[in-house]
């Protein structure tokens, strides 16, 4: 009954948003573990070390897994873009189709590639062995570039021409290469690195933690979390080029994000706070900043959301802007926790310590997976529903291009119940694998029914 009384928009807009969201995070991984893997198989040729040809091995049997259920998950997507939005499509396809096109062309060479890779291990030379992931990581970043671009011609449409409701003179090009995909495909694919990165070496923190202090475990941290430690700062000098860019290309989502609620000069920044009657309540109000970041000056001009219609503001600007300052916030801890660990390896190559202990540092590594996937989504809440309403900004409303059929309910529904259970699955999937790989076993005996058989050498620990 609750359901039923919630509009079309609405449900599509929550089908399609939950079904994203599980999928994105299967994507992330998709597209930067296997240079994860890549870099401890390095590691193990070039230096005929044991530990990291193990750890990439049993990475890429978890690669494995969840290239697999991240197609599963992803094609859904696919779907959802014609049934929930035929507006969309019937008049943009031939547009936003291209992107999408080209990303199935990558796909198939990361399942390639993939395959290859898996049953390569005793199989092939192993540098030749090595190498035959080298596409599977290209793919994966060459896969979200063309998939963020029809997440960015959403944001900035270019390349075509649009008469009496039929786009015509369509620039391939253009399309791809639109104006908000210099600063989104970055932005995603360092994000992608950093939930996997620090993602992955959360789970040897938690190892660790529990009393599993080998170097096994010790490397199994280090590789994945230089990965996202590289990663962090970048990422913060991308976030920022996007937001100033952002401010110009969607002044309107720019005014959500950051409380900008009168067109004016010398605006503050806001940290927290909730927008309540046209006016911010609670928070931390630094007075001029925002003018400062947006254009190195208290004089800068930004558009306020009074300038911006009613029917065409971003629903609900608490949420984007508390989204967005979670996601800054997350990045500059990741940034802070990287930088404590670079330094006390240039100075003594070894793990930071509080009051001779490393737990503190551990306990942080071991929630820093968690934080970074937390950040990521907060940061698709802030490029989604700020864009609102607009499903292609000032072209077509999101009303204009949702589904008429119904339905809806049932399909949202389905999706509230598969999904879990689907992440659920993936999860205690792991969870055997791990268990079995604490466990010694035969070097002889038949391993997980996705992997190459055996291992390189027993091991009494897990992942």
């Not at 913060?236 to 110009?248: C, K, M, P, V």
């Not at 809806?408 to 791990?434: C, E, G, K, R």
């Amino acid at each position: 009954m609750l359901l039923s009384a919630i509009s079309s928009v609405a449900q599509a807009r929550s089908q399609m948003g939950t079904t994203l969201a599980f999928h994105i995070v299967f994507a992330c991984f998709g597209v930067a573990l296997p240079t994860v893997v890549m870099l401890a198989h390095y590691r193990g040729l070039r230096h005929g070390d044991a530990d990291a040809l193990l750890l990439a091995r049993r990475w890429s049997k978890v690669m494995a897994v969840l290239v697999a259920v991240g197609a599963v998950s992803g094609t859904l997507l696919s779907f959802e873009m014609g049934l929930l939005w035929p507006g969309l499509m019937g008049k943009f396809g031939a547009a936003i189709g291209i992107p999408f096109s080209i990303e199935g062309i990558f796909f198939l060479l990361e399942a390639v590639f993939v395959a290859i890779y898996l049953f390569g291990w005793d199989r092939l030379a192993p540098w030749w062995h090595f190498w035959s992931l080298l596409p599977v990581a290209i793919s994966g970043i060459l896969g979200a570039w063309s998939v963020v671009a029809a997440n960015s011609w959403m944001n900035q449409p270019t390349g075509f021409r649009l008469s009496h409701g039929h786009v015509y003179r369509i620039d391939p090009f253009a399309v791809f290469f639109n104006n908000a995909s210099w600063y989104e495909v970055p932005h995603m694919v360092l994000a992608a690195y950093m939930v996997t990165g620090f993602g992955v070496a959360s789970v040897y923190a938690v190892g660790m933690l529990r009393g599993r202090r080998d170097r096994y475990h010790r490397l199994g941290l280090l590789i994945p979390f230089s990965v996202g430690a590289i990663c962090s700062p970048l990422q913060i000098g991308i976030g920022d080029t996007a937001a100033r860019a952002i401010a110009s290309q969607q002044p309107a989502k720019f005014a959500a994000m950051e409380y900008v609620l009168h067109t004016r000069t010398h605006v503050a920044e806001y940290l927290g706070g909730v927008l309540l009657n046209g006016r911010v309540v609670g928070g931390l109000r630094i007075p001029d900043l925002d003018s400062l970041l947006v254009g190195f000056s208290p004089n800068t001009r930004l558009i306020g959301l009074d300038s911006v219609p009613s029917a065409f503001r971003p629903p609900f600007p608490t949420l984007i802007h508390l989204s967005f300052d979670l996601m800054v916030a997350i990045g500059f801890a990741l940034v802070f926790w990287s930088a404590w660990c670079a330094w006390t390896w240039w100075r003594r190559r070894g793990l930071p310590t509080l009051r001779r202990s490393t737990t503190p540092f551990l306990v942080g590594v071991a929630v820093s997976g968690a934080a970074a996937t937390l950040a990521m989504e907060a940061g698709w809440v802030v490029t989604e529903v700020g864009r609102q309403p607009w499903i292609v900004y000032k072209v077509e409303l999101v009303s204009q291009a949702v589904t008429t059929s119904g339905g809806v309910t049932f399909t949202f529904l389905a999706v509230l119940v598969i999904y879990p259970l689907l992440t659920a699955a993936t999860i205690a999937t792991l969870v055997v694998m791990a268990r079995r790989w604490r466990m010694r076993v035969d070097a002889s005996a038949p391993d997980v029914p996705y992997g190459p058989p055996g291992e390189p050498h027993p091991s009494e620990v897990g992942p």
